[in-house]
């Protein structure tokens, strides 16, 4: 049953993601006999697994029951990696640890799907964003020359090829998966400027406990923070093919566990009826089983959690030329772990939507 | 002690507004011993008070300690106005009453404030949006001539000396409190539209339950609503000189009981400082003691609830034109039974934030 | 593909438990190919399905993607039982609807799951606590006998060849099988009392609108209710061998959408030492793939929210003889829909789990 | 205006019990004319505030309009003290503080309301539970000896005549009061035992983010924690006058705010009627203002939130001997600064409830 070709790791497992991972991974049918290697985050001052614990320690919904084998979570180990003959690592780890470890992981000759912001943008952008301080850079800039940014709906044959995935982030996936079909098609009036109301649950803000995190903070509230300036914004520029000037997005930390959802304003270049709105969106979206299209019925972030689909819906003006896109999704699986999984998918050349339906 | 120049009364003190109209009316310290009139809504499937029941029963968190006396709250009488002397009515009534009622009330010498949408808007607006069908066309459109719309930083004298009093609503009022300054000033490039993504908690909805008030579907949930349509854009409209062309209004409904925050998006005609916001901002608002000035930190919606202030904060983006402002307010406050106590104060004469802070 | 001796049937797949009961049955691995025919609730004024909808207008969660295929939601007709070779069905109507449509189904050779309280307590205590006026008393008289209470853990062979299982009540599985292995091995010290504080989430309270279930009433508060006549009393009665002096159950209804707690207070008739309690609670649990064993580690309701397990943990006082067990469970799932799917794998002759972890 | 003798402060304003005490106390009738002196906690990892910051800043929800002058919280010194002509001052600071201040505050003339665990108990229960360290212990004896437990219900005449108040637990103030009248009568069969199910609002749990408060955990969850080992246990058997075998009490973290439920389950001597029951309460706290009774309908946590207000109200059994008493409060306003600004009114000779309803 064990099938070494298939053999995966999951670095920092301790995570929110990385809990959705491991869960993800377990049941994925074509892993079955062959479960992940689970290693948690490297030292740090929260995130420290100095020795082996049960997965049911650090995440207790993964629990089994009496009798049931207990799954592993071991201290990060290069030797591990050999030894268990892994073949792709999931990153869910910091930035400045993916980008460390990337080029070292490529020498060993094991592919990777990255869920930090570390390989998302063009070299130079991410730098800048991210503050990465390479310790090569120009192996560094090679890697990213070839990373290819893992969002299946845009790229999927660029991913199936892939040595560096890397994987979205949340916001952003939620915006471009409304804006892609629109864009592609120029329909929209880019001097107008596209609007980007977006609004997330908690687990978006990390495990590290904090003042915004503090169940007295985020409950029964909402807030907007990083206008102008929030990290995602240069995915949205470089997938969308826009500058600056273009677009405005807006974070707002919601009072609920997971989900994001995206209000997204728009003018159109020619005014245009519901129905060629409806098909674009049909025909942009038709062999990408992730994506659902909800029509004239916006989209709620509820229908949307604890799946792996981004769920798009759609509201013109009378004038036929502003137009509103709703997108949900749940930040810790079409926007992290399942969009992760997604790409394993594509990488070990499986069904896009195997064990994530 | 009583005062019956001031005697108040309140019709649908049942709902959610009319108990905090109660709470700050039983408290208004200029209305010591002289208690408002307590009466329900008028028969209606789910409204009804056929006899009298005490405010606890109604709203328990009104109750009084052992031994205390019990407030009442009477089926709504006609004679029972003249009989108590009331001088100004609330009306937190649906708009079809209100608009039904008001011709008596005034022919009684009654003054009122209005909670409903009834007389907010001009006439054949008001009649269009809250679809009214007057039993007396001319009479109606003398009062709607005559009401003013309940905005105290905006309509301070007009108020003071009204008859009428349209109570404005909830986004309406985060919207315009917002936008007025900067509209004032001539600041807003008017062609390249303002979009404001409102958000609001479940007590926006009303106490009648409903699927969408329901603890399962509100909860862990954001949902957006009546794009392009919603009844509170007539007031944004009029309010702010606007046409429909200017503006995109999109509420969404939030899992929290109360609290609605508005982020508005707009472009100034000219470049400008920060500091040449603030100046704008603060002027407006200097003598207005129910608007508060976050500046630079955004406010978050837990700031407002339990208040009556509304608190704006803004950001601008890197280019001095891209304009966020962040509006928030407790619904039922400063945006309902707050608001109208506000209106009391400057009908009777006393300091506009009196009992409210 | 298709196995006609698997066919089954869900009747009221429009409440919170049939849309549970709906994703697990289009997801269980050995009903794939042999999808379960869907009903609505028969007419009532808030259920009524008068004609074909979609799943996925019933529940928007349960929606696939672009070009997928719709799962279909038919209006009950007992004709279509026999068309589409029903072989077991679920019933997730009303306790009136179930006790009055077993008898037919029967006859029609169909087994059934029903997850309302129709069947199961005794016949004189269920025809009391759910006032059931049966048309032929002596035909439902024999089927109650022959109900078997749906509680594997308890009853796994006596399930199997069941023609009638009465799948239990949330509340008391979860009270039930924090008592079993106690109560089993005359641990308890019935003259001194056991005392269940049970709080559930709010879909417990089902789907239909109520002041009860509003978002307002629900959301941050917390309140107990049928303290000494709920309903599920009796099953705990029945199925511990206690009379109504031994036990006390009040439960409260939790500001979240899905999950219950008990807290369960008992003394022990001879003093233990912790590892006897864990060995009492090991032994009786080593063959129950569903139960998952906290020992001291205190289980919280979100561990087994969205699973179908029952998690359990204990404490113990310093005197060795008063007891504390929590038990938590997911209502929607271990609770109804769940031990309804696990039911069926008896039935089936299928591991427990299957489709279940 | 100025009034000397009523001169108060607060040490420790930054905390959630602080922002309630600052709110309380800013807007009290008797202290208009009279602010408090606000300071932070001293020096420690979390709370230092190193100099002086506007309250505001710390509790943006007590901000005032523009043009209205900022109240200031400064770094705690003992000259303030002197300077200010503090007569009474609120310590809201860790227990080590309290213990090691009073001794100090009480040299300077100063009364002291202690809203920590300091001196609540007998001193040497009290040194045990909070493991505290006296640099001078006798002198900490004769104090322990003489602070009152600031519970008005039962202490009121000694509260007035205090230089210490020792303000009581949240859990302890809502089982105490449910508990007080029937055992005062002589009512509770002690050897049956008593269990009290407490469940608070995460406020409780303090200001620090930890990853018990991350709302990740907090949030649709309920835990029960510390069984048979809470710190507010000896304060129950103290003031009832129980000992450890008589008594239950287990808290639970709810997934709110604020507010605290607790069931409490008990057994009487003899049978009684409904009637005698509601008589010994209606008795008990015929004087007491600050008590509400609700008799047959149990009380809900979110009618005592935002009160200063203990909400209770029973159920009894059939047998006429098993009794649940159900008690609700505000964990930040009765279960702590709203009962330390009662005990102020006494100790001040003002009315018990002024500036609380």
């Known amino acids: 049953m064990m099938n070494p070709i298939h053999q995966t790791a999951v670095a920092g497992v301790s995570g929110y993601a990385g809990a959705e991972l491991a869960r993800l991974l377990l049941h994925h049918p074509r ?63 910091p930035h400045e640890q993916s980008r460390a470890w990337v080029p070292r992981l490529l020498d060993l000759g094991i592919r990777v799907i990255d869920l930090s912001g570390a390989w998302r943008l ?5 730098r800048e964003v991210y503050r990465l301080d390479d310790a090569d850079p120009s192996a560094a800039a090679s890697i990213q020359n070839q990373a290819v940014y893992g969002l299946p709906e845009l790229h999927r044959e660029r991913i199936a090829a892939a040595q560096v995935v890397a994987n979205p982030g949340c916001y952003a996936t939620s915006i471009i998966l409304a804006l892609a079909p629109l864009v592609a ?24 406990p904090t003042a915004k995190t503090h169940f007295m903070h985020a409950a029964d509230n909402l807030s907007a923070y990083s206008p102008f300036n929030h990290r995602h914004t240069g995915e949205l520029l470089e ?32 005014p245009a009826e519901p129905r060629a709105i409806e098909d674009c969106f049909r025909r942009f979206y038709s062999s990408s089983p992730m994506v659902r299209w909800f029509g004239a019925n916006l989209p709620a972030i509820q229908y949307s959690v604890r799946t792996n689909y981004c769920d798009l819906g ?31 998918n594509l990488l070990f050349g499986w069904p896009e939507q195997e064990g994530l339906t």
Chains 1, 2, 3, 4 share one sequence.
């Open 31 to 93: 892993l079955a006999g062959c479960p992940p290697v689970f290693f948690g985050r490297p030292a740090g001052p929260h995130e420290e697994i100095g020795s082996r614990v049960s997965l049911a320690e650090l995440h207790p919904q993964l629990a089994g029951s009496i009798g049931s084998t207990s799954k592993w979570v071991e201290p990060f180990q290069w030797d591990a990696l050999r030894e268990k003959n892994v073949r792709l690592i999931f990153l869910a780890t």
């Open 314 to 344: 759609f509201a013109l003006a009378p004038d036929r030329r502003r137009l509103i896109v709703v997108s949900c999704l749940d930040n810790l699986l079409k926007g992290a772990a399942g969009q992760a999984v997604q790409n394993m």
């Open 239 to 270: 997938q969308l093919g826009l500058d600056n000037s273009n677009i405005i997005f807006t974070p707002h930390l919601l009072p609920i566990p997971r989900g994001i959802l995206s209000t997204i304003y728009l003018t159109l270049r020619e």
């Open 122 to 126: 063009k070299q130079s952008a991410n």
């Open 185 to 208: 098609d120029h329909r929209v009036d880019l001097d107008r400027g596209i609007t980007c109301d977006s609004k997330s649950g908690v687990s978006g803000a990390g495990k590290t």
